[in-house]
């Protein structure tokens, strides 16, 4: 229950830090800047500007920042990607997408490596910020754990569209998962990785977060399926 109640907590911090940095209120990481919240208050940090520089604060910040690397990787391979090398394929590619479940999603973001920066586009994107801030957008949560449940081997393009012409096609009724789940007709617009139970791991949109969708909330939108591995 603490958990679940800080975790809680630090989405509404980001929330309200995003809000702050949007209307330059403060700059910095949003991430840095949550922590610095957690630890002085959303008060002191918009007083400040950003991270308050009252001794405790900044060494706060530093110690989360350099820890979380160390939890991030607790049950995972060497890899650190949530993936068990020579395990099977589809629960490799979930376990690795699923671990950055909380990331922001940025247009544009992601590589095999993890998030990046996003790009501008000109609209919605720019507007959250997606081109300063690291995160994954939808194509590019997808190719990092197709890669990472490979082994490397498997590098998909930075694009729905193209990848919705790779792999295996799959019937949707006949779907399991580990599958990548395309929507859109006649351009596919958006993917997700299927965990089973009518829900994907999805980076929806700008303003959202990597998290787990319903299908259900996908009705009216043409869904086509493919199998790598």
Request: glycine share 18%; net charge neutral.
């Amino acid at each position: 229950d603490a958990v679940m109640a800080q975790g809680r907590f630090d989405c509404e911090l980001v929330g309200k830090m995003q809000a702050a940095l949007d209307a330059g209120r403060v700059s910095g990481d949003v991430t840095d800047l949550m922590l610095a919240a957690y630890n002085a208050g959303a008060g002191a940090v918009y007083g400040a500007g950003g991270i308050p520089q009252n001794g405790e604060t900044p060494a706060y910040v530093s110690r989360i920042r350099t820890l979380e690397a160390k939890y991030t990787q607790i049950g995972t391979g060497p890899s650190g990607h949530g993936v068990v090398p020579g395990g099977p394929f589809a629960t490799n590619l979930i376990d690795a997408a699923s671990q950055w479940q909380g990331t922001r999603y940025s247009w544009g973001g992601g590589n095999v490596n993890g998030p990046t920066k996003g790009i501008r586009d000109g609209g919605t994107g720019d507007r959250f910020g997606d081109y300063a801030n690291a995160g994954f957008d939808c194509s590019g949560l997808t190719l990092y754990a197709v890669n990472a449940a490979s082994g490397g081997t498997i590098v998909l393009p930075h694009s729905a569209a193209v990848q919705s012409r790779m792999g295996t096609a799959v019937p949707v009724t006949q779907i399991v998962p580990g599958d990548l789940l395309f929507f859109g007709n006649p351009k596919v617009h958006h993917v997700g990785i299927y965990i089973g139970n009518g829900q994907m791991v999805n980076a929806p949109q700008s303003g959202t977060l990597v998290r787990i969708d319903n299908l259900s909330g996908w009705r009216g939108e043409t869904m086509t399926a493919r199998r790598f591995g």
